[in-house]
């Protein structure tokens, strides 16, 4: 009796080893991406007045997100925490760059903004806890203050509970 139960503990041992490893049919499920998925993320921005060097707000949390129309775009959104910006910049994927001009102000009805200089940098920033991350920067400029440069600079957000601010 002893060694019937070992055998069927084998053999459901071995049944369940090699079934669960099955993975017919499951081709289909591969997991897709975004186009920009490179520049995509959130980020801890410090926000400064370009002319005086003024820190306006610091780790602002900004996302930057595919506009999943394959137009080249990605949207910018401070959720209304910074300075108040939600539009879409065009991106080029093959430098991590982007950049907008009169762009609608989705979270300032009637205003726009324009952006410049916007980059990505892989592996250039370091989180409140040392962690090697992504950088990002852009210079903003919002049609109710015209020549007034505000920059965007700061680092992609870990996730890890000792880099939240």
Known sequence: MK???????????????????????????????????AMNGEWWIDIIDEASGSVLAQHILHKTYDT????????????????????????????????????????????????????VLKNAALSESGVVTDSIYFKGEFSYDPGTIIIFAGHKRTGFLEDEY
């Open 68 to 119: 999943n129309a394959g137009d080249g775009r990605m949207y910018i959104d401070d959720n209304q925490n910074g300075y108040y910006i939600k539009g879409t910049v065009a991106v080029n994927l093959s430098n991590l760059t982007f950049t907008t001009t009169d762009e609608e102000n989705l979270v300032d009805p009637g205003s726009t903004f324009n952006v410049t200089d916007g980059k």
């Open 3 to 37: 060694n019937i139960k070992r055998l069927l503990l084998l053999v459901g041992i071995f049944t369940f080893a090699f079934t669960s490893c099955d993975v017919d049919g499951y081709d289909d499920y591969g997991m897709e991406t975004t186009p920009s998925v």
